[in-house]
């Protein structure tokens, strides 16, 4: 958080707040940093649109078959970091 400059770790595999159904959205479509090759943008391109793009576009990948791997940190996996600041267009985030 921005403004309390705290710190902290997500990972939806063990994040007791997320709803079961919830976890493999949150994996593949919730600001997980993607690195990703110039065939699969050109297959898939981002939608034009300012909300939930990234899992669009994971999304899309995933019903063309495209293999997709999510980075293992420990016992966490997958893991994101976010910076929280009260201006965001995702409510806080």
Same mark, same amino acid.
């Given at each position: 958080? +921005?403004k309390?400059? !705290?710190?902290g770790? &997500?990972? #939806?595999?063990?994040? #007791?707040?997320? %709803? /079961?159904?919830?976890r493999? !959205? &949150?994996q @593949?479509g @919730?600001?997980? !940093? &993607?690195v @990703?090759t110039?065939?699969?943008w050109?297959?898939v391109? &981002? #939608?034009?649109? %300012?909300?939930?793009?990234?899992g669009?576009f994971? $999304?899309r990948?995933?019903?063309?078959?495209?293999?997709i791997?999510l +980075?293992?940190? $420990?016992d966490?996996f997958p893991?994101?970091?976010h910076t /929280? /600041?009260s201006?965001?267009? !995702?409510g $806080?985030e």
């Amino acid at each position: 958080d +921005v403004k309390d400059q !705290s710190f902290g770790f &997500f990972s #939806p595999n063990r994040e #007791p707040l997320l %709803e /079961h159904e919830q976890r493999e !959205s &949150f994996q @593949y479509g @919730y600001g997980f !940093s &993607f690195v @990703y090759t110039k065939a699969a943008w050109e297959l898939v391109k &981002f #939608p034009d649109t %300012e909300w939930s793009e990234d899992g669009d576009f994971m $999304g899309r990948l995933q019903l063309k078959k495209v293999p997709i791997e999510l +980075v293992r940190s $420990g016992d966490a996996f997958p893991l994101a970091a976010h910076t /929280h /600041h009260s201006d965001s267009t !995702s409510g $806080g985030e």
